[in-house]
């Protein structure tokens, strides 16, 4: 017999530019263990974005349709406010490698001192993507390299247009 989720929202955020394997990997995980997942599309990341925040979007919503209780969003802003307006109890966020878990716990602390009732976990990413992230794959992409099973196939479709190039398989 399989456990249902928690009736609980969690939310998943990040700059998704764009969305990879490794990113669905904990999408999936965590709508397995949560009620309800919003992936939180951040607007105002900091970085200078290949995909404008549309794009970004609709590529998480066509790569999460296969799960019923994850919905594609946008926030601007503490991602633990956006967090707290919709409800949510956690934020889940992938941790990759020794590098990520230094900053991420200084995010997570800082998180629980503005708002104590919303919780991080971290997810351990799957080790076939240990090694993955967005610059990575776009990185990649860009010097010809094949990304098949890094992304999903509709963010290699939307490099090659943005981007021309291949990134195809061999």
């Known amino acids: 017999m399989a456990e249902e989720p928690l009736q609980h929202i969690a939310?998943?955020?990040g700059s998704f530019d764009p969305i990879t394997?490794?990113?669905?990997?904990v999408i999936r995980r965590a709508a397995h263990?949560?009620?309800?997942v919003i992936v939180a599309v951040a607007a105002d990341g900091?970085?200078?974005?290949l995909f404008s925040l549309e794009e970004r979007m609709e590529m998480a919503r066509l790569a999460c349709s296969d799960l019923p209780?994850?919905?594609v969003d946008s926030f601007e802003g503490l991602v633990v406010e956006y967090a707290r307006r919709r409800g949510a109890v956690a934020?889940?966020?992938?941790?990759r490698a020794i590098s990520d878990f230094e900053r991420e716990v200084q995010m997570a602390l800082m998180n629980r001192r503005l708002a104590e009732e919303v919780h991080t976990i971290f997810l351990v990413t799957h080790p076939d993507y240990a090694f993955l992230s967005s610059s990575l794959a776009k990185e990649v992409f860009t010097l010809g390299g094949d990304i098949a099973g890094l992304v999903p196939p509709v963010v290699a479709e939307r490099l090659r247009q943005k981007m021309g190039g291949s990134g195809e398989e061999r």
């Open 11 to 13: 939310v998943c955020p």
């Open 91 to 95: 934020l889940v966020k992938g941790l």
């Open 21 to 25: 394997e490794g990113h669905l990997d």
């Open 33 to 36: 263990l949560f009620g309800r």
């Open 69 to 71: 209780n994850v919905e």
């Open 46 to 49: 900091g970085k200078q974005p």
